[in-house]
T-cell receptor
Framework: DTEVTQTPKHLVMGMTNKKSLKCEQH?????MYWYKQKAKKPPELMFV???????INESVPSRFSPECPNSSLLNLHLHALQPEDSALYLC???????????????FGSGTQLSVL | DQQVKQNSPSLSVQEGRISILNCDYT??????FLWYKKYPAEGPTFLIS?????DKNEDGRFTVFLNKSAKHLSLHIVPSQPGDSAVYFC????????????FGTGTKLQVIP
């Protein structure tokens, strides 16, 4: 199983809503990532979890709250988002190597988020 | 400040010919480079990588060349096939922050049958 599964595939939410994005992998990977991709732009790193601990937060606004309940699951909780947060949110995983080089990332298909 | 640039947003190539996708970077600390391919409605998938200690890496129809002095890398696809039509992203990381991968802006490749 080399899949990273993301749900939902599409999400429309109002600025006062609370929603969550979910990501799951069963490859035994110990590093998981959230990326954000706007149209015609490259993916931008948001968060990295290593061994279920948050290791990188790229100065993401607090209205985005990541959670890693176990080694297979990664959530992104959304609250009070702005229309400019509309984007494709990609989850990825990789083997957790103790040092470089960077292992290749396995990406999910993403959640297309629209904030109204 | 875009540290990884792909200056050609799109490229069209005839089936069977060579596709050459280019990537330039500005951060001299980058020492590991990867190429990803992305189909519509799917996440990027890893294609090939190269370490800065090498100048070439091959995997089947795909070859990546690295010119460190020019801070330039290229992906060659030979022969190109219609199934190669996708957006290709160049990505880079450095040993100090190796989990922080910086992606380029992408090149949309169309292979014409």
């Amino acid at each position: 199983d080399t899949e990273v599964t993301q749900t939902p595939k599409h999400l429309v939410m109002g600025m006062t809503n609370k929603k969550s994005l979910k990501c799951e992998q069963h490859m035994g990977h110990r590093a998981m990532y959230w990326y954000k991709q706007k149209a015609k732009k490259p993916p931008e790193l948001m968060f990295v979890y290593s061994y279920e601990k948050l290791s990188i937060n790229e100065s993401v606004p607090s209205r985005f709250s990541p959670e890693c309940p176990n080694s297979s699951l990664l959530n992104l909780h959304l609250h009070a988002l702005q229309p400019e947060d509309s984007a494709l949110y990609l989850c990825a995983s990789s083997q957790r190597r103790e040092g470089p080089p960077m292992e290749k990332l396995f990406f999910g298909s993403g959640t297309q988020l629209s904030v109204l | 400040d875009q540290q990884v640039k792909q200056n050609s947003p799109s490229l069209s190539v005839q089936e069977g010919r060579i596709s050459i996708l280019n990537c330039d970077y500005t951060n001299s600390m980058f020492d590991y480079f990867l190429w990803y391919k992305k189909y519509p409605a799917e996440g990027p998938t890893f294609l090939i990588s190269i370490s800065s200690i090498k100048d070439k890496n091959e995997d089947g129809r795909f070859t990546v060349f690295l010119n460190k002095s020019a801070k330039h890398l290229s992906l060659h696809i030979v022969p190109s096939q219609p199934g190669d039509s996708a957006v290709y992203f160049c990505a880079a990381s450095d040993s100090g922050g190796y989990q922080k991968v910086t992606f380029g802006t992408g090149t949309k490749l169309q292979v014409i049958p």
